[in-house]
C-alpha cells in the first residue's frame, strides 16, 4: 500500500519534532509507567520500563521472531523488545526527528540491523501483507486519526496467528468542549468511554480477544512523578534549550498531564490475528 500522510498525522509528526530533545526527561520512553500499588516506591524510569515488560509480555515473543512496533518514538521500546526476547523490530513513525534520534539510540545499543524506525503513517503502512508475527502499538493508538483504519492496516501486515498488543487512554468522566480541544492539541483524539468500544474496535477489525486490562490506577502516578522529573531538571533544561522552550513545554504540558490524571485512565488489550484470515 502506498505512503500517504493525512493532515492528522502531519501534525502528530510536527508535535513530536518540537518536543524533540525533551524526551531525555523520560529516558526516551514516551508512553506512561506502571506501579503495582501506591505502596510502591519503584523509580519513575524504572516505572516506564516496567511498564514496557508488562506489554511486552503479553507478545508471548519468540527469538527471531519479526515485530512490528506502530508509532515507536525513538525507538527505546523497540531496543528493550529486541534485547530481552532476541527478536527483530521494525518500528514507524511519523515524526523525522524521532527517526533520527531512534537511529542514534539504536546503534548507541549495539542493535544496528536488528532494530529499525523508519518514517511511516500507521494508516497506509509501507509494508506487504503477513509480513510480521507480531505487532504492538505502545500509546501511539490514541493519536490516531481513524482507529479503525489503524487497526486493519496492523491486522493486514500481521502473519495469521500473530499476536497484536497495543494500549488505548479511555475517558474516565465527560469532557467539555475546551478539554476535548486540549487532548486534540497534544495528540490524543477522541478517547473512548470505556474498555467495551475499545474491544470492539479490535473485533470489527478482525482480530480475536485475548484479555483486556484497565491499568488506570496502575498508571495514574506518572504524571506526579513527571512534574518532580521536571522541577528537579528544570535549571539544566533551560540552560541548554533556553528558558523560552522550556516555560513554554512547562505550560502546555502541565495542562495536558493534569487533565489525563483527572479524567483519562489507561487499557491494555491482548489480540490475535486468527490464523485461518
Given at each position: 500500500?502506498a505512503?500517504?500522510?493525512?493532515?492528522?498525522?502531519?501534525?502528530?509528526?510536527?508535535?513530536y519534532?518540537?518536543?524533540?530533545?525533551?524526551?531525555?526527561?523520560?529516558?526516551g520512553?514516551?508512553?506512561?509507567?506502571?506501579w503495582?500499588?501506591?505502596?510502591d516506591?519503584?523509580?519513575?524510569?524504572?516505572?516506564?520500563?516496567?511498564?514496557?515488560?508488562?506489554?511486552?509480555?503479553?507478545?508471548?515473543?519468540r527469538?527471531?521472531?519479526r515485530?512490528?512496533?506502530?508509532?515507536?518514538?525513538?525507538?527505546?521500546p523497540?531496543i528493550?523488545?529486541?534485547?530481552?526476547?532476541?527478536?527483530?523490530?521494525?518500528?514507524?513513525t511519523?515524526?523525522?526527528?524521532?527517526v533520527?534520534?531512534?537511529?542514534?539510540?539504536?546503534?548507541?545499543?549495539?542493535?544496528?540491523g536488528?532494530?529499525?524506525?523508519?518514517?511511516g503513517?500507521a494508516?497506509?503502512?509501507?509494508?506487504?501483507a503477513?509480513?510480521?508475527?507480531?505487532?504492538?502499538?505502545?500509546?501511539?493508538?490514541?493519536?490516531?486519526?481513524?482507529?479503525?483504519?489503524?487497526?486493519a492496516e496492523?491486522?493486514?501486515?500481521?502473519?495469521?496467528?500473530?499476536?497484536?498488543?497495543?494500549?488505548?487512554y479511555?475517558?474516565?468522566?465527560?469532557?467539555?468542549?475546551?478539554?476535548?480541544?486540549?487532548l486534540?492539541?497534544?495528540?490524543?483524539?477522541?478517547?473512548?468511554?470505556?474498555?467495551?468500544?475499545?474491544?470492539?474496535?479490535a473485533?470489527?477489525?478482525?482480530?480475536?480477544?485475548?484479555s483486556?486490562?484497565?491499568?488506570?490506577?496502575?498508571?495514574?502516578?506518572?504524571?506526579?512523578?513527571?512534574?518532580?522529573a521536571l522541577?528537579?531538571q528544570?535549571?539544566t533544561?533551560?540552560?541548554?534549550?533556553?528558558?523560552?522552550?522550556?516555560?513554554?513545554f512547562?505550560?502546555?504540558?502541565?495542562?495536558?498531564?493534569?487533565?489525563?490524571?483527572?479524567?483519562?485512565?489507561?487499557?491494555?488489550?491482548?489480540?490475535?490475528?486468527?490464523?485461518?484470515?
Amino acid at each position: 500500500m502506498a505512503e500517504r500522510s493525512s493532515r492528522v498525522a502531519e501534525q502528530v509528526g510536527e508535535y513530536y519534532d518540537d518536543i524533540g530533545e525533551l524526551v531525555e526527561l523520560v529516558g526516551g520512553n514516551l508512553h506512561v509507567g506502571y506501579w503495582d500499588s501506591e505502596a510502591d516506591r519503584t523509580p519513575f524510569l524504572a516505572a516506564m520500563h516496567r511498564l514496557t515488560a508488562e506489554v511486552g509480555d503479553r507478545l508471548e515473543l519468540r527469538r527471531g521472531q519479526r515485530l512490528l512496533d506502530v508509532g515507536a518514538g525513538v525507538g527505546e521500546p523497540a531496543i528493550r523488545l529486541a534485547q530481552q526476547y532476541g527478536v527483530s523490530v521494525t518500528g514507524i513513525t511519523v515524526s523525522a526527528w524521532q527517526v533520527a534520534e531512534a537511529e542514534r539510540r539504536v546503534i548507541a545499543a549495539g542493535l544496528r540491523g536488528r532494530v529499525t524506525v523508519r518514517w511511516g503513517d500507521a494508516g497506509a503502512q509501507p509494508f506487504p501483507a503477513d509480513s510480521f508475527d507480531a505487532a504492538i502499538a505502545f500509546d501511539s493508538l490514541p493519536s490516531a486519526e481513524d482507529k479503525a483504519l489503524w487497526l486493519a492496516e496492523i491486522h493486514r501486515v500481521l502473519r495469521p496467528g500473530g499476536r497484536f498488543v497495543f494500549t488505548e487512554y479511555p475517558r474516565l468522566a465527560p469532557l467539555t468542549p475546551d478539554e476535548q480541544a486540549i487532548l486534540h492539541g497534544n495528540t490524543i483524539h477522541d478517547p473512548p468511554a470505556g474498555l467495551t468500544p475499545v474491544v470492539n474496535m479490535a473485533t470489527a477489525a478482525g482480530f480475536e480477544i485475548l484479555s483486556g486490562a484497565d491499568l488506570s490506577d496502575n498508571v495514574r502516578r506518572t504524571y506526579d512523578e513527571f512534574f518532580a522529573a521536571l522541577a528537579e531538571q528544570r535549571q539544566t533544561l533551560a540552560s541548554v534549550y533556553g528558558e523560552e522552550r522550556i516555560a513554554m513545554f512547562e505550560q502546555g504540558i502541565t495542562m495536558v498531564f493534569r487533565l489525563c490524571q483527572a479524567k483519562i485512565g489507561y487499557l491494555v488489550v491482548s489480540c490475535r490475528k486468527p490464523s485461518d484470515a
